[in-house]
């Protein structure tokens, strides 16, 4: 059986549009853009970029990992440096519904400030355990509890979806028990399919 391939998401050279990459934007299997802290000098130019490619495609996606903490590509002029997602998780150890009410504060702030720039989606929340030996995930992920990661995601997820914008958590089926940084090496995790599961993949239901 034949399969179709599908549109996929590239990123662009540089903080304009070079003449290579408008040629790729036409291109019928390119579904999507996403961004990085390179492509960003200040708000005006990041506005201009956003345009630009719309300019070229009216209709495709624009994308960011913008997370917080350490995974948030642009921060300065007007861009607020949010924490660390695990601050919503320690304020979770302290007071539910502060840490509930302050998610969704912070999905809105995040993604009031990102559509306001023209970007359509971001690569949020992580939806790992942190079990406190990942060095990639670490302070990313929400909490090591799997109840308080699908808790907090739900109501970071409604602050995003107030300013209108798409998300998509991650890693799936979670990367907080493996070691390895899956941008450098092949992450390993050895432990039975059904702990995984019962643990681990359960914020992804």
């Given at each position: 059986?034949?399969?179709?391939?599908?549109?996929?998401?590239?990123?662009v050279a540089g903080t304009t549009l070079s003449d290579a990459?408008?040629?790729?934007?036409?291109?019928?299997?390119?579904g999507g853009v996403i961004l990085f802290a390179r492509h960003?000098?200040?708000?005006?130019?990041?506005?201009?970029?956003?345009?630009?490619?719309?300019?070229?495609?009216?209709?495709?996606?624009?994308?960011?990992?913008?997370?917080?903490?350490?995974?948030?590509?642009?921060?300065?002029?007007?861009?607020?440096?949010?924490?660390?997602?695990?601050?919503?998780?320690?304020?979770?150890?302290?007071?539910?519904?502060?840490?509930?009410?302050?998610?969704?504060?912070?999905?809105?702030?995040?993604?009031?400030?990102?559509?306001?720039?023209?970007?359509?989606?971001?690569?949020?929340?992580?939806?790992?355990?942190?079990?406190?030996?990942?060095?990639?995930?670490?302070?990313?992920?929400?909490?090591?509890?799997?109840?308080?990661?699908?808790?907090?995601?739900?109501?970071?997820?409604?602050?995003?979806?107030?300013?209108?914008?798409?998300?998509?958590?991650?890693?799936?089926?979670?990367?907080?028990?493996?070691?390895?940084?899956?941008?450098?090496?092949?992450?390993?995790?050895?432990?039975?399919?059904?702990?995984?599961?019962?643990?681990?993949?359960?914020?992804?239901?």
């Open positions: 059986m034949k399969r179709t391939p599908g549109p996929v998401m590239l990123d990459d408008i040629e790729r934007l036409t291109h019928p299997m390119t960003f000098q200040d708000r005006a130019q990041l506005v201009a970029l956003t345009d630009a490619i719309r300019a070229v495609r009216e209709d495709i996606l624009i994308a960011v990992d913008h997370e917080g903490g350490r995974v948030q590509r642009f921060r300065t002029d007007g861009f607020t440096v949010l924490p660390a997602p695990a601050r919503l998780g320690e304020l979770w150890d302290r007071d539910v519904l502060a840490a509930t009410k302050t998610a969704t504060a912070f999905g809105h702030v995040l993604a009031a400030e990102l559509r306001a720039c023209g970007i359509d989606m971001s690569f949020t929340p992580v939806l790992d355990l942190n079990y406190g030996q990942s060095k990639v995930i670490g302070d990313r992920a929400l909490h090591g509890d799997p109840r308080v990661v699908t808790m907090l995601a739900k109501s970071l997820n409604h602050g995003l979806a107030l300013a209108g914008m798409a998300n998509c958590g991650k890693h799936f089926p979670g990367h907080g028990f493996a070691q390895a940084d899956s941008h450098v090496a092949l992450p390993t995790d050895d432990r039975p399919l059904d702990e995984i599961l019962a643990a681990d993949a359960r914020p992804y239901d």
